[in-house]
């Protein structure tokens, strides 16, 4: 799991002080929630799976963890849960390595490969130089680092990447200012271990 779990998409089920995490489409739950779930479904990393019956931990809004609707003694609540790191912390171009240039998930939050251009073959531009301000859909407006993997937009270069809540897969900046942006062509992987190579 990356630092917010945005692309988590396990089956834990039970918040990190044991509570059974409840549907998050539950008909119990307050009207208030229901219409906050409404509004981040988009950010759930396995919407096009999303039943009734979902109530796996998730974090749609890019909470500092992945969290779930619990029912305490007397009314609804949400809780992080206990969902451990990845081995290997995330390192975007560590020496000896070449990431997969595929993504595990749908919206392609962990993908961390190299591709620089859009699907229609336009050049990314560097994250770093926020040509168009910050997105609508980014987490944090004042925080333009916090956003990103490893909290770095410099690392990532030009490259295509999803640091958004509600976009489809990775994508990136281009130069005209008409278009903005525009999705990036990355492929799922098939097998994870065969597409890390070192070099």
Known sequence: MSQRGGEYIGRKN?????????PWRSSELPSNF???????LPGFPDFGEFDEEHNFCRSPDEDIAPWCFIKGRNNFTFEYCDIPFCENQVQVGAEGIVYPE???????????GTKDVTETGKP????ESQP?????????????????LNLD??????YCRNPSLF???PWCFVSDPDI????????FCHNVGESLIAS
């Open 102 to 112: 595929c993504r595990l998930t749908e919206k392609g939050k962990e993908y961390v």
């Open 132 to 148: 168009y301000d910050v997105p609508w859909d980014f987490l944090s407006k004042s925080d333009y680092a916090g956003n990103f």
């Open 180 to 187: 903005k942006w525009e999705y990036c062509d990355i492929p």
């Open 153 to 158: 937009p410099e690392i990532h270069n030009n």
């Open 124 to 127: 990314c531009i560097k994250w």
């Open 34 to 40: 229901k219409a906050t779930i409404e509004e981040y």
């Open 14 to 22: 039970v918040s990190h002080s044991g509570f059974a995490c409840q």
């Open 167 to 169: 976009r489809e897969r």
